[in-house]
């Protein structure tokens, strides 16, 4: 059973950075794609980056393609989202996610495990 637990979150003003942490246990990493979304209040949880642990390929949402930056520490077991240049539309919820796959999925229905979440606010 794998498990998921999100750390990093915090407060931050506008233009500034964060890096979020998922660390990862109970499987095979290589065999998983891992997946960061987000939810805010009122609005569909929706997708932000996805990468596959075996060959690194990524995706990343329109919304933050050149501010944020999935990756992943093998030694650690950990997958990292590094968001910069942050604005207050990217407060929100995020969650890693996990799957078996040998692809990088963007659907969150695609995804098998969940972590808790991580706030994450944004000043103006």
């Known amino acids: 059973q794998v498990q998921l637990v999100e750390s990093g979150g915090g407060v931050v003003q506008a233009g500034g950075s964060l890096r979020l942490s998922c660390a990862i246990s109970g499987s095979t990493l290589s065999r998983y794609a891992m997946g960061w979304f987000r939810q805010s209040p009122g609005k569909e949880r929706e997708f932000v980056a996805a990468l596959n642990w075996s060959h690194g390929g990524t995706n990343y949402a329109d919304s933050v393609k050149g501010r944020f930056t999935i990756s992943r520490d093998n030694a650690k077991s950990t997958v990292y989202l590094q968001m910069n240049s942050l604005k207050p539309e990217d407060t929100a919820v995020y969650y890693c996610?996990?799957?078996?796959?040998?692809?990088?999925?963007?659907?969150?229905?695609?995804?098998?495990?969940w972590g808790q979440g991580t706030q994450v606010t944004v000043s103006s």
């Open positions: 996610a996990a799957v078996i796959s040998i692809w990088v999925p963007i659907g969150q229905h695609e995804y098998d495990y």
